[in-house]
């Protein structure tokens, strides 16, 4: 699978670049709906990270909109998460 | 994890490091599930996108009461051919004319009428296109390849969690007669946000 023309679309562009792209979209879904939020408090978040760094590529930012989601939440705490992550 | 080091020959980014520990620890938590996240990625891969939004735009240029209640409550009429889910709530859409064009943008971030649109391309959620659409649309449009002339007036419409926009482009003209299936191929995505003419 290289370049954009390995898997053809509709309206030509793929969706995502990378798979990880794809999950931390899912994610954000699911976490709305299991903490019984709306769209908005995530957007809210996704609003400020584009907001504090505009040129981050935007997946990027939809990961930090998501951590702080979850933090804020009180889902996961950012000890973990970094721990997590190494 | 730890695919860091030894058999993966690319080193984990950052990010990526960081979405796999969201993952891990939302699934520990029973919030996420693989079977989850894997439906929806799959489902913008091959369900969801353009096609939807192409099927309502040609069932709205054969069908005038169709177009009626697609202009009156976008979500229901959408709703009508099966679209809907997330960000799909509010769709508004704004009809195309000889007098006026309609284009969309998202100012703040990205927001989309994902059941019929799909995932926003790449460029809609660049700081030069959010900008200036609303600055000098008619230059970024004419940049676009989409030259819209100075005697049409153009409407920009900033979606939001509240709104968002879809455009009714205009039927093409000599399609009398052409089927509903085959005006659906005409309409691009871009032309359903407003950066091109179907």
Not at chain 2, 98 to 114: D, F, I, K, R
Not at chain 2, 116 to 133: D, E, H, I, Q
Request: glycine letters at 8%; one cysteine or more.
């Amino acid at each position: 699978m290289t370049g954009s023309s390995a898997l053809p679309r509709d309206n030509g562009e793929l969706v995502f670049d990378a798979p990880w792209q794809g999950r931390v979209l899912a994610m954000a879904l699911a976490v709305v709906e299991d903490r019984g939020l709306v769209w908005d408090d995530f957007r809210r978040r996704l609003i400020a990270a584009i907001a504090a760094d505009p040129d981050r590529p935007y997946y990027e930012s939809w990961t930090t909109a998501l951590t702080d989601l979850v933090v804020e939440a009180g889902v996961v705490t950012r000890d973990d998460l970094d721990a997590r992550a190494g | 994890m730890s695919d860091d080091h030894g058999h993966n020959p690319r080193p984990l980014s950052d990010v990526e490091r960081r979405a796999q520990a969201l993952e891990e620890l939302l699934t520990e938590k029973g919030i996420v599930s693989g079977e989850f996240i894997d439906r929806v990625v799959e489902a913008f891969a091959r369900d969801i996108g353009p096609m939807n939004g192409a099927k309502v735009v040609a069932r709205a240029w054969v069908d005038p009461g169709y177009r009626q209640r697609l202009l009156a409550d976008g979500s229901a009429a959408v709703a009508e051919l099966g679209f809907g889910g997330p960000e799909g709530d509010h769709i508004v859409a704004v009809e195309n004319t000889p007098e006026v064009h309609n284009v969309v943008v998202c100012t703040l971030c990205s927001c989309y009428p994902w059941p019929v649109l799909g995932l926003p391309p790449t460029w809609y959620k660049s700081p030069p296109y959010r900008s200036r659409m609303v600055r000098e649309p008619r230059a970024l449009l004419a940049e676009m390849g989409c030259e819209v002339p100075e005697d049409v007036e153009i409407r920009v419409w900033d979606s939001s969690a509240e709104v968002r926009y879809l455009v009714l482009p205009e039927r093409p003209a000599a399609t009398d007669g052409v089927g509903e299936a085959e005006l659906a191929a005409l309409v691009s995505r871009d032309a359903m946000i407003g950066v091109a003419r179907p």
